[in-house]
């Protein structure tokens, strides 16, 4: 009975001793300057001129300020954007938006991306063709009273430039809406490229058809 029941304990201590979580030794470590992190001093005061902590009793020198590296960009600003949106009723940085350019070329596979951004975007009020005539104006028919902007066709936007259609899509124009946050900046870029192609493309038929007839007369 006794031989039982010192099995029965020590099969019990050891049963608890292997289901317990606490764990004192983390075990060997493959790489262990990649396991644990480094401690920042966060609150450490720094020497603005040096970047290192004036804390005398770290042993090495540490600069933590939470901030990004001078010269390093975050994801999505690779292609930054000068102009912040203006003040209501102010109109001088739509204005300069003017002199900025689209950084983008696309080929023929991201052209068809691009028009897969503009349909989804923007055809719903500027329509498939860009003529203004999307779903929500339908020929006046549609919840718009308004037609919205002719893309192809109004030499009003044909020529307006890249940079103020950006500044447009990201902060948005009169009735229009701010895109940013359905747009990344690049997917804005492609979408002004895909538009800017098409009234190229417009624009040299006109003038072509206009040769044409004065050849004829």
Not at 98 to 121: C, F, G, H
Not at 159 to 177: D, H, I, R, W
Request: glycine fraction near 8%; aromatic fraction near 10%; charged fraction near 20%.
């Amino acid at each position: 009975m006794k031989i039982r029941l010192i099995i029965f304990c020590i099969s019990a201590g050891l049963i608890i001793a292997g289901c317990s979580d606490v764990r004192r030794d983390p075990g060997r470590v493959y790489m262990p300057d990649m396991g644990p992190s480094r401690a920042y001093e966060t609150y450490a005061a720094l020497d603005s001129d040096t970047f290192t902590s004036d804390v005398k009793d770290l042993g090495h020198k540490i600069f933590y300020n939470h901030m990004p590296v001078a010269g390093t960009i975050a994801r999505e600003e690779e292609m930054p954007f000068p102009f912040a949106k203006d003040a209501v009723g102010d109109t001088t940085n739509y204005v300069a938006s003017k002199q900025v350019t689209n950084p983008l070329t696309l080929d023929s596979v991201q052209m068809k991306e691009a028009e897969r951004l503009y349909l989804i975007n923007c055809g719903i009020c500027h329509g498939p063709k860009l003529d203004g005539n999307g779903p929500l104006y339908k020929d006046g028919n549609g919840p718009f009273a308004a037609k919205p902007a002719t893309l192809v066709g109004d030499a009003k936007y044909e020529a307006m430039p890249e940079g103020q259609m950006f500044y447009s899509v990201t902060y948005g124009k009169n009735l229009m809406g701010s895109y940013a946050s359905q747009l990344t900046r690049t997917q804005r870029w492609e979408v002004i490229a895909y538009i800017k192609s098409k009234q190229a493309a417009d624009i040299a038929s006109k003038t072509a058809a206009a040769g044409s007839s004065s050849t004829a007369k």
